[in-house]
Each structure stands twice: as C-alpha cells, then as structure tokens.
C-alpha cells in the first residue's frame, strides 16, 4: 500500500480579511497545485487532520484527540453549511 501525505496551513478567514492580491495569487496557485496532486494520486481512503475551533469540543471537555467518522459544517467563515463529504 502507498501512502501520500499532503498537508499546508489554513485559514478561517480567508475570503472575510484576504490577503494583498500578489499573496492571494500564490495561495491560490499553491492550493491547484495540492488539489491537483491529490486527484492524480487518486486515493482509496483520505484522512483529514482538522482543528475543531472549539466549535465542538470547549475546555471542560476538550479530549487529546478525536476520530470522526463524519463531520457537518456550521456554515461559518463564509463556508457552505451541511454535510462534508467530497469526492473529486
């Protein structure tokens, strides 16, 4: 079995504060260039290491790690709310 790892740091304001047009343009680019080698790559299985923002999970509760199996978005941050199941 062959194992791809693709990672890159995130932003939840993206698309609320953008960055200088010239910053935004890499950042774009970098992402086409993560998505593009993710589809040719053509994985089985896709794991997502995600911060949860506290939106789940606050100190009183807050676990060293969680496994989800599914996930929901709030709709916050300007992002499409629902299920987050993707295929490419």
Do not use: W
Request: contains cysteine.
């Amino acid at each position: 079995m062959s194992v791809e790892l693709i990672a890159m740091s995130h932003s939840p304001l993206l698309g609320i504060n953008d960055p200088a047009p010239e910053v935004e343009g890499k950042l774009n680019e970098a992402f086409e260039s993560l998505k593009k080698r993710a589809k040719e790559y053509d994985p089985d299985l896709v794991i997502v290491f995600t911060p949860d923002h506290f939106n789940g999970f606050f100190y009183n509760l807050m676990p060293p790690y969680c496994i989800g199996y599914a996930a929901e978005s709030m709709g916050d941050y300007k992002t499409t709310a629902g299920p987050q199941t993707r295929r490419m």
